[in-house]
């Protein structure tokens, strides 16, 4: 059965236990799953390959309820069609006292496993489609009108504008600014620009660039001034195992030809030229047995991160701090 967001009230976990979401929204999607923990007694998070690799397991301990207490909700994560046959038995089988929801990203019109929820009248399907700019500045009007927060329509847009159509951030800043003014500070253009970091918004490119780099005290300011999520983190180590493998390629070359300048100029795709200085850096900072070493580890900690999404954050930033000062030129 398919229901819109803004029908989450609807859904009655005792009877519409197996729930999907789908779609990019992630802060609405967040939103939604705290209107269904209400009430309920705790909530527990697996990724998908985490419950396929221990499949029997899995439906074992929910079938014997090992697993949960009374009321309990279970999510999983990043999951796709592979974990329809696993649905399927659980919905013959009309589980009881769990609600079961599987959190997916993008799914086409073919998906199996969309198909599946859409076409079951006990099962619910609810589609989280991207915010437009319309909705967010709605969203910030009332937070701050709520919180008794005076600002201007145009710093609101500017509040807006920065968080590039993802509420969880729009809500991330929103928080600073309640904060800020929690003891009677006049909140204005300058002062918003430095709490939602316009000035110095670091993207995860170049946190992973300064520390193949290994530029410590860069690194260092990127980590506080931002506010990664769990999410985030998934984004930023396939990221840093794709920049790792471009810089094998590159180190090698640079091994053969022992001219910084000619493996720039040679690598493809093209180095845009605002990057070409903090390459060469890198270069000259790894060789290409301690890539090989630094991808393996990259791999190794991503597997951690799906098994702990929640620690996640504490995980890759130990892994980017101590890769940024270790020894691997040598």
Request: glycine share 2%.
């Amino acid at each position: 059965m398919i229901l819109k967001s803004f029908e989450i009230k609807k859904i009655n976990q005792n009877i519409n236990n197996l729930i999907l979401f789908y779609g990019k929204n992630e802060g609405l999607k967040n939103e939604a799953l705290n209107i269904l923990i209400k009430d309920k007694n705790s909530i527990s998070n697996y990724d998908e390959k985490e419950v396929l690799d221990n499949e029997n397991n899995f439906i074992e301990n929910i079938l014997s309820k090992s697993l949960f207490e009374n009321q309990k909700i279970i999510v999983i994560k990043r999951t796709t069609d592979k974990i329809l046959k696993i649905i399927e038995i659980l919905n013959l089988k009309n589980i009881e006292d769990v609600t079961i929801i599987l959190n997916s990203d993008n799914l086409e019109k073919k998906s199996k496993l969309r198909s599946f929820f859409e076409k079951d009248k006990k099962l619910i399907c609810v589609a989280f489609y991207p915010d437009n700019d319309q909705t967010l500045s709605k969203l910030a009007y009332n937070f701050l009108k709520e919180k008794k927060i005076s600002i201007s329509s145009s710093n609101i847009n500017l509040i807006v504008n920065k968080c590039s159509g993802d509420r969880e951030t729009l809500v991330n800043e929103l928080q600073k600014i309640k904060y800020f003014t929690k003891n009677g500070k006049k909140i204005n253009t300058d002062n918003i620009s430095k709490l939602i970091n316009l000035n110095e918004n670091h993207s995860i490119s170049e946190l992973i660039d300064n520390c193949l780099a290994k530029n410590e005290k860069k690194i260092i300011s990127i980590l506080n001034e931002n506010n990664f999520s769990n999410e985030d983190c998934i984004v930023i180590i396939r990221s840093f195992i794709i920049k790792a493998k471009k810089l094998l390629a590159l180190s090698k070359a640079f091994a053969i030809n022992k001219n910084i300048d000619l493996t720039i100029s040679l690598a493809k795709p093209p180095i845009f030229w605002k990057e070409k200085e903090i390459t060469k850096q890198q270069i000259y900072k790894w060789k290409p047995k301690n890539i090989k070493r630094l991808i393996y580890a990259l791999s190794e900690t991503e597997l951690q991160i799906k098994k702990n999404i929640d620690n996640s954050i504490n995980l890759i930033t130990d892994f980017i701090l101590s890769h940024s000062s270790a020894e691997t030129n040598n």
